[in-house]
């Protein structure tokens, strides 16, 4: 418990210490269009293949991984 304290204290301090300059260069990325479709063919956790037009609309997190 202490340990997790100790680690939420040193994670505020560090956002609140993030320069202005920082944070507006996030929202200079260049935007490069449309996701493209999602094209699996097998997934987990659901009946039918999800499409992003299905998605649309909805706060969506995508997990993508692999064995390496």
Avoid: H, Y
């Avoid at 300059?21 to 449309?34: E, F, I, M, V």
Wanted: charged residues 20%; aromatic residues 8%; contains cysteine.
């Amino acid at each position: 418990m202490k340990t997790f304290l100790v680690g939420l204290l040193f994670l505020l301090t560090a956002c609140a210490a993030t320069p202005k300059t920082a944070q507006t260069n996030l929202t200079t990325l260049p935007d490069l269009g449309p996701a493209p479709e999602l094209k699996n063919d097998i997934w987990l956790n659901v009946d039918s293949p999800l499409r992003l037009a299905d998605l649309r609309g909805k706060v969506v997190a995508i997990d993508m991984w692999t064995f390496g």
